[in-house]
């Protein structure tokens, strides 16, 4: 299943490509299941990977951000979220992606095979189960270090449209980090969790659903990093479209060590 992932990626970056910041690829074409707008763009990505997988011979049931769920005769389910950062593609902004999972049950934890391509640089992402992650044929890792500084830790966190209670209660939390990225499109910013460039990314919202992470949730173990709960327990979830968590993904687990003492966030 995972060259049928990656060819799936490849294939929505050729079909979108010319669809980004135009007025075409942004015209809103009603509520998709996952209850977002959807955009022409986000349909063309959804159709092009549907019509590799039907190619492929397999009929798996597809569980898409658009589409809802569409049962299928074979074992096994794809989760996809065929362009993950649509806000960024409406302004032409270059940080998005399509993001496909392959799982054999219905957790997250079930996800075996995992592709992720960057619709701007055409970087592919994948990763299968006990096989380790790579990036356009190079294996890759998290970033590891022999002593974890506090002040050279490099965090995403998504704090769009957060609520003032969550605000005020992770404040605490994002005082003690002096390097925040934010990019807008959280499957593509765990692939750069898991190459290195960042030590950690959370979302604790409660607004993720598992088409937005499937794919990075198994990258990022698979380059050894961690994905927990917002209790420190190893994430898990049904990956329903309809379910909804939070996360935190981070490099090392010395680094939950270090903010979760000094801040206390994740009781």
Request: hydrophobic letters at 40%.
């Amino acid at each position: 299943m995972i060259e049928t992932l990656k060819t799936a990626c490849l294939e929505v970056r050729k079909a979108v490509k010319g669809l980004v910041g135009t007025p075409e690829g942004n015209t809103k074409m009603g509520q998709g299941a996952g209850g977002d707008i959807s955009r022409k763009i986000d349909l063309v990505a959804e159709e092009k990977v549907i019509e590799t997988i039907k190619k492929s011979g397999t009929n798996p049931t597809i569980i898409g951000e658009e589409c809802g769920t569409m049962p299928g005769n074979d074992k096994g389910y794809i989760i996809m979220d065929a362009i993950d950062g649509t806000t960024n593609v409406t302004r032409s902004i270059p940080f998005n992606c399509c993001s496909l999972a392959y799982a054999t049950d219905t957790m997250l934890s079930s996800v075996v095979d995992a592709a992720i391509v960057d619709i701007t640089t055409g970087d592919l992402y994948y990763a299968s189960k006990g096989n380790g992650a790579f990036l356009n044929g190079n294996k890759m890792t998290v970033r590891k270090s022999d002593k974890i500084k506090q002040d050279e830790i490099i965090a995403g966190i998504n704090i769009s449209g957060v609520s003032q209670e969550l605000l005020h209660s992770i404040g605490p939390f994002i005082s003690k980090l002096n390097h925040i990225r934010v990019f807008g499109a959280n499957a593509l910013e765990l692939c750069f969790l898991a190459r290195g460039y960042l030590d950690l990314f959370m979302d604790f919202r409660a607004k993720i659903r598992p088409t937005d992470m499937a794919a990075a949730f198994l990258i990022v173990k698979e380059a050894g990093g961690l994905v927990l709960d917002k209790y420190g327990n190893t994430l898990d979830s049904d990956i329903s479209s309809g379910n909804r968590f939070s996360f935190i993904a981070l490099s090392d687990y010395e680094i939950y060590k270090i903010l979760s003492q000094d801040l206390n966030l994740f009781k």
